[in-house]
């Protein structure tokens, strides 16, 4: 099985600061790397995804995340936060030697102060 | 318009009482799957479906049964539902594996 850590439950953060949510991942061969968004009373959206290639991916509203294969993580960032950004985070990995499961993080949620 | 839809939106049921909750997509997805969200825990996959006929369990199956004898519904049921199945489920589709997943609005399962 995988499993799928994400260190920080909660992240308050100042309205235009940057932030960073961590994600890290139990080694595997080859992984594939989700970053997914759930506003209130939602269900889940794709921000972004690594598949392969390059190891910075750009998502949607400005965030990115960067696959490193060392350290097993998939850190998202933003460098200024907005308030519509409040709301819940969660990182998933899905990898060839875990057949075709997904494994999501706990979720880590991000609270823009004004 | 592409979507995810989940019926009923909202459950409370009793220990015991059979239940489906229904699950349908209009977008000719082969990748269909059902998750559990529970606070602190994330969400957990329960069952997939790589395409019609093959179902294979995820993370949490005990309790649960799936089918999909159409591309498009994949249901989820509850032969016997017992309070630790109280819940809020996600269903989701995508293309394939790696293609963006896109989830249903969740159904709220009460079971007392």
């Known amino acids: 099985a995988q499993s799928v850590t994400q260190l920080d439950s909660q992240v308050p953060v100042f309205e235009e600061a940057p932030v960073e949510l961590r994600c890290n991942y139990s080694s595997s061969v080859s992984v594939y790397l989700f970053w997914y968004v759930q506003y209130p009373n939602q269900g889940l959206q794709l921000l972004l995804k690594y598949l392969s290639g390059s190891t910075l991916v750009k998502g949607i509203n400005g965030f990115e995340a960067e696959f490193n294969k060392s350290q097993t993580s998939f850190h998202l960032r933003k460098p200024s936060v907005h308030i519509s950004d409040t709301a819940e985070y969660f990182c998933a990995v899905s990898s060839l030697n875990t057949g075709n499961q997904f494994y999501f993080g706990t979720g880590t949620s991000l609270t823009v102060i004004p | 318009e592409a979507q995810v839809t989940q019926n009923p939106r909202y459950l409370i049921t009793v220990t015991g009482k059979k239940l489906t909750v229904t699950c349908s997509q209009n977008m000719n997805h082969e990748y269909m799957s059902w998750y559990r969200q529970d606070p602190g825990l994330g969400l957990r996959q329960i069952y997939y479906s790589m395409n019609v006929e093959v179902t294979d369990k995820g993370d949490v199956p005990e309790g649960y049964k799936v089918s999909r004898k159409e591309k498009r519904n994949f249901p989820l049921i509850l032969e016997s539902p017992s309070p630790n199945q109280t819940s809020l489920y996600f269903c989701?589709?995508?293309?394939?594996?790696?293609?963006?997943?896109?989830f249903g609005p969740g159904t709220r399962l009460t079971v007392l």
């Open positions: 989701a589709s995508s293309l394939a594996r790696t293609d963006t997943q896109y």
